[in-house]
């Protein structure tokens, strides 16, 4: 079997009214498919994220620095086949762009390997689990979002059989000045006591025994964090994701060592096995939120992942991209020892939820089932595609 194309797909979902976290607003969902064509009837999928940077430059990038490598190869030489496109973009590859086209195109690698070895790919890396928790990721800002509609959104989560739960913090007046003002939509923000107040809400409504988490976007401040301690701990917060800017590493190890019973997570914009390495052996999180299509794909994170069970982390990935990259993780989760759940972020968009010709399914509590298809167990639906490309 040989590599003969690899094409890219890219898919946008606009909002009518946008959400915002906080820090940044979102106006559109987009997705960055990769197809892995050989000279056999099997194709591989995977998915690229790209935290906001432009598709196009992603479609050249995967067009003009990373098929000449591949074409004509061995699609199921994986390793060899990441590590090609690594040393051969050594000096412009291992952050950002390029980083997270090698990542869609690992992904899709390893989804053609399970197609051809007609097996799951969670098999192929060793599974240890036939279902995977998925964590209600949502919580966000608009404009007009009461208390009340907060509220309601929780609760349908709720009857929907969550256990788990996740919310956006952060988009406050005392980090106005900081970081909003260079941001779309930084005029739209909360006083601190509004933002306590949806804290304090949702545990209400969740109840005592359900698990919650809350994101900052990296917005707060090392003091104020710290000086929220107590807050925290009132409120029964499992972990605090992103609470300062990713790139303060001794505010990191700080707060991992000063907040006790709370978790700190982190970091989704890292990439790479050698950075995530330095940051989990200086304590700098008690749990790991690489990306699987940002971070270094299947063969990448699986690295990442037993770097942080060698060091005793809990492992978590982010997930905030289609259908393709839910069933990426699934399969990911499902092969590792120490991931928990994973994010089934719960915002509107059809591109994680009309994307797939059979959805996801899920048990009454909303734990995801492993399929025994091969690859990823998934297959697009191409209406939905035409529906959503941007030609």
């Known amino acids: 079997m040989k590599i003969t194309d690899i094409k890219t797909i890219k898919l946008q979902y606009p909002y009518k009214k946008w959400i915002a976290d906080g820090c940044g607003s979102c106006g559109a969902r987009g997705a960055f498919l990769i197809l892995v064509e050989t000279d056999t009837d099997l194709t591989g999928i995977g998915e690229s994220a790209t935290f906001g940077g432009s598709m196009d430059a992603l479609e050249a990038i995967v067009e003009k620095q990373l098929k000449p490598l591949l074409l004509d190869e061995d699609p199921t030489r994986i390793e060899f086949l990441h590590q090609k496109m690594m040393w051969n973009n050594w000096a412009n590859g291992r952050k950002g762009l390029v980083m997270g086209a090698v990542s869609g195109i690992d992904v899709a690698l390893w989804d053609l390997l399970g197609k051809a070895a007609k097996l799951p790919v969670c098999k192929l ?57 260079f941001m ?46 107590e807050f925290f701990v009132q409120n029964d917060i499992f972990m605090v994701e992103e609470p300062i800017r990713s790139d303060d590493t001794a505010g990191y190890i700080r707060l991992t060592k000063e907040l006790g019973g709370i978790k700190v997570a982190g970091i989704e914009s890292e990439q790479g096995v050698s950075r995530f390495a330095e940051l989990i052996k200086a304590d700098a999180m008690d749990v790991v939120q690489a990306s699987l299509g940002w971070a270094g794909g299947f063969t990448g994170c699986r690295n990442i992942a037993s770097t942080a069970h060698a060091f005793n982390k809990l492992y978590t990935p982010h997930s ?9 993780n699934i399969q990911f989760a499902a092969s590792q020892v120490n991931i928990p759940f994973i994010e089934a972020e719960e915002n509107e968009n059809p591109l994680r939820t009309e994307l797939l010709k059979e959805p996801i399914e899920t048990d009454e509590h909303m734990n995801y089932y492993i399929t025994d298809k091969p690859g990823l167990g998934i297959e697009l639906d191409l209406d939905v595609i035409e529906k959503y490309i941007i030609k």
């Open 320 to 328: 905030f991209f289609s259908a393709v990259m839910t069933a990426a």
């Open 125 to 181: 890396l060793g599974q240890v689990t036939d279902k995977v928790q998925g964590y209600a990721s949502a919580g966000f800002y608009a404009p007009g979002k009461t208390l009340e509609n907060l509220q309601e959104e929780i609760e349908g989560y709720i009857r929907r059989g969550f256990t788990a739960f996740k919310m956006k913090i952060g988009r406050t007046s005392n980090n106005h000045k900081m970081r909003l003002q």
């Open 184 to 229: 779309n939509n930084g005029d739209f923000y909360l006083t601190p006591e509004e933002d306590k107040a949806r804290i304090e809400l949702v545990r209400r409504t969740i109840g005592p025994d359900k698990t919650l988490m809350v994101d900052m976007n990296c917005t707060w401040d090392l003091d104020d964090v710290l000086n929220a301690k």
